[in-house]
Nanobody, 114 residues
Framework: QVQFVESGGGSVQPGGTLRLSCTASGIIFSPYSMAWHRQAPGKQRELVASITTGGSTNYADSVKGRFTISRDNARKMVYLQMNSLKPDDTAVYYC????????WGRGTQVIVSS
């Protein structure tokens, strides 16, 4: 059974930083691209960042230059470093394949507010 467990969220002020982590289980991790998605209140889930097996990355325009995705294949983990956070980044963050193929985990809540 494939399972993703996200952690690292919290409540921060605008301009703050957070580092999210995701642990994958039940899957051979290394051959696949991975991604972070987010869902803000009242909005559809959106793809935030993705990373290939070789480490190539892509970002949504709204987070370019502020967020950095990385992965540790040996530990089956994916990370999202979030800098210069804005109120619009408030959402529940999830990891999954870029196409959201597997069941969603519980996510980790990020709140950016003064």
């Amino acid at each position: 059974q494939v399972q993703f467990v996200e952690s690292g969220g919290g409540s921060v002020q605008p301009g703050g930083t957070l580092r999210l982590s995701c642990t994958a289980s039940g899957i051979i991790f290394s051959p696949y691209s991975m991604a972070w998605h987010r869902q803000a209140p009242g909005k559809q889930r959106e793809l935030v960042a993705s990373i290939t097996t070789g480490g190539s990355t892509n970002y949504a325009d709204s987070v370019k230059g502020r967020f950095t995705i990385s992965r540790d294949n040996a530990r089956k983990m994916v990370y999202l470093q979030m800098n210069s956070l804005k109120p619009d980044d408030t959402a529940v963050y999830y990891c999954n394949f870029p196409n959201g193929y597997w069941p969603w985990g519980r996510g980790t809540q990020v709140i950016v507010s003064s």
